[in-house]
């Protein structure tokens, strides 16, 4: 079965009862049973919840992964994942990476013994001086947030297979439809389903999905003991999303590509990061692992300062200034200031990310008229 055919069918059936097409949105916080033990399979909806599980079937079938395990956030998957961890144990994550990911690592995870390291993972051969005998798991990201950075992803796990450590691979800037990390070696993708998979900028939703049925079994576990999941709605309108996350995804990138053209010949736009670009230093592994290059663009400014980038920031009218990304709409967000605010600035700026840099998540608009409202906000310089 093909993508497109997947995102719409995978995991989901007419509804017995009535013969809904869509899933029904099943409002219920416990199940009726006929004697101790004797039930339809469902006891309590913290455990399950039909409208979840036919999220988790079809989020397992896009990414090829034998299970998904569903939770009420990006970050709340990210923490069960965590949880997998002793104190000891140590992280080694992408050094230019997600705020919030950043942040649960170090403010969090560290004070219970767990210790992260932040590395550049763009030449595997490197990431391999980062690791000992106490680490357990390597954190990707790729394309990275926000510099756009591409990681080898089957180069890195097949060296951490080999050492017996666990792989994760942050894959919601691609999304499953641009690139299928379980399919290059990986152990885990997590996805902020808020994104490209719910698409609308209406629901918050995180997922994991796993190659290995052991694995799924303890995240199974961990999703239930600690009850981080979704709510029935917002699996509903994560489904409803995913139907069309190839239209939506194909539109972003065409028209991610035509604006970093555009931004790369400004003369007001110093650097522009976009992995399509054939002098991205990552450009011939993403040509590899992905089916295209995304539709994320980000760039500095020629006068590297935060009083500019508001200029720019406070006067588009079609992009929106806000966090978040992958919806329909297209937005433009200030990293340092916004998603990365948790990132110490001298971290930041070691992998690049000034006061100035600028992020756009590319929507499904017009792209002649996204590129003639960066335009016009680039007149108040």
């Known amino acids: 079965m093909k993508f497109a055919t997947k995102a719409i069918h995978a995991g989901v059936t007419p509804d017995p009862s009535t013969g809904a097409v869509m899933t029904p949105i099943y409002q219920t916080s416990t199940y009726a049973q006929a004697a101790p033990g004797d039930h339809k399979g469902y006891e309590y909806a913290r455990t399950q919840n039909p409208t979840r599980h036919a999220l988790e079937a079809n989020l397992a079938a896009l990414e090829n992964g034998v299970d998904g395990i569903c939770f009420g ?3 709340a998957a990210m923490d069960a994942i ?4 002793n104190a000891g144990d140590e992280v080694v994550a992408t050094n230019d990476l997600y705020g919030g990911s950043y942040r649960i690592i170090t403010k969090i995870y560290e004070r219970f013994g767990l210790k992260g390291h932040f590395v550049p993972m763009y030449d595997a051969a490197r990431v391999e001086q980062y690791l000992t ?25 097949k060296m951490a297979r080999e050492k017996g450590i666990l792989t994760c691979v942050d894959n919601t800037f691609a999304s499953p439809y641009l690139q299928n990390p379980l399919d290059l070696g990986a152990d885990m993708v997590v996805h902020s389903a808020t994104k490209y998979l719910g698409g609308h900028s ?9 190659k290995e049925q052991e694995l799924a079994d303890r995240l199974h576990f961990i999703q239930n003991a600690s009850g981080g999941v979704p709510g029935p709605m917002d699996c509903f309108l994560v489904l409803r999303g995913i139907k069309t996350l190839h239209l939506r995804v194909q539109r972003a990138c065409e028209s991610a590509e035509k604006i970093a053209n555009y931004l790369k010949s400004h003369p007001k736009a110093h650097h522009v990061y976009y992995p399509g670009f054939t002098d991205h230093p990552g450009h011939a592994v993403a040509k590899k692992q992905m089916r295209h290059f995304g539709g994320m663009v980000s760039f500095d400014l020629e006068n590297d300062t935060f009083e500019n980038a508001k200029k720019i920031l406070s006067k588009t009218e079609i992009f929106t200034l806000a966090e978040s990304l992958g919806g329909v709409e297209s937005l433009i967000g200030h990293p340092a200031s916004m998603t990365h605010a948790s990132i110490p600035k001298e971290e930041r700026m070691k992998v690049g990310l000034t006061d100035s840099l600028i992020r756009l998540s590319i929507g499904v608009e017009d792209v002649e008229d996204l590129i003639s409202d960066l335009e016009r906000a680039f007149t108040f310089l």
């Open 73 to 75: 956030s990006g970050m």
């Open 133 to 157: 005998k106490n680490t357990k798991l390597l954190w990707i990201e790729t394309p990275t947030n926000p510099m756009l950075n591409i990681v080898d992803i089957e180069a890195i796990c």
């Open 82 to 85: 965590l949880k997998l961890l």
């Open 202 to 210: 209406d629901t918050v939703l995180g997922a994991v999905v796993v």
